[in-house]
């Protein structure tokens, strides 16, 4: 499974997860025979992922540097495609997300490590 | 590039170093031909961790790397030392994000009945 940002797979993402969430409206009446009722009304998704902070530039994939200037200068949305590029795989899904937030753990010794969160703004297709 | 075989090319590329060990400069497996009165260098490398990501197996690796100096005359394994040490310390490229000194040893080496001195790094190496 891989995430592709604008065009190119986000480098060295260690993991991801994706939440689809549907808002129910409650439209329980004293007709409802005790029984609440529901009704399904907007839907939503998010995207959170995980990855390594590469060290230069890369034509191929997505590196972190891009993505920092573009949350910092940009407030576009990005085109987003989740999907399973593996033998066999079927599954891919694109939408249009908004960075919502971006932060980066640095410490004495270990691996640069990055993660962000995507609110998607339209449908998932 | 591997990892061994940068390390490699930094040991062989120094004219200093192949000078002072007559171009004995071993990776892993040290010839058992080789004269006892021979100066060499052998290095070492064993992986202690990795991180995997979905693009790929293995992104990020951590190695431990050992120098080895062996000579008969221990004057010559401090002579050696600095010239490795500034070879290697703090060394990196697009491939060995970090190189770090960590520890130096030394004795007799019985087997190989020479004098020692060993260099201890630490290596994050990005394929």
């Known amino acids: 499974m891989s995430i592709t940002w604008g065009g190119k797979v986000i480098a060295r993402t260690t993991d991801f997860s994706i939440e689809i969430n549907k808002e129910i409206v409650d439209i329980t009446t004293l007709q409802s025979a005790g029984w609440k009722e529901k009704l399904a009304d907007l839907k939503d998704w998010k995207i959170s992922f995980n990855a390594l902070v590469t060290r230069g530039a890369d034509a191929t994939f ?34 249009s997300a908004i960075l919502a937030s971006l932060s980066t753990g640095v410490s004495v010794g270990e691996k640069v490590t990055y993660s962000g ?3 998607g703004t339209g449908g998932l297709t | 590039m591997s990892f061994p075989t940068i390390i490699n090319n930094i040991l062989e590329g120094s004219q200093d170093l192949v000078q002072a060990t007559d171009g004995n400069i071993f990776g892993v497996h040290y010839p058992d031909a080789l004269a006892t009165t021979k100066t060499a260098v052998v290095f070492t490398y064993k992986k202690d961790a ?33 010239i490795i040490r500034g070879l290697l310390d703090d060394y ?28 201890i790094y ?4 990005q394929d």
Not at chain 1, 70 to 95: E, M, Q, R, Y
């Open chain 2, 50 to 82: 990795a991180t995997h990501t979905l693009q790929k197996k293995n992104t990020l690796q951590e190695f431990n790397l050992v120098i080895w100096i062996l000579s008969l005359d221990n004057e010559i394994n401090e002579n050696i030392v600095p």
């Open chain 1, 62 to 95: 997505q590196v972190y540097d891009a993505i920092l200037n573009d949350f910092l200068t940009s407030d576009a949305p990005v085109t987003i495609v989740i999907a399973d590029g593996g033998a066999g795989g079927t599954f891919s899904k694109t939408g």
């Open chain 2, 92 to 119: 990196e490229d697009d491939n060995i994000l970090d190189l770090i000194f960590e520890d130096e040893d030394g004795g007799v080496d019985q087997e190989k009945q020479r004098y020692y001195k060993s260099l």
């Open chain 2, 122 to 125: 630490r290596a994050t190496y």
């Open chain 1, 117 to 119: 969160s995507l609110e």
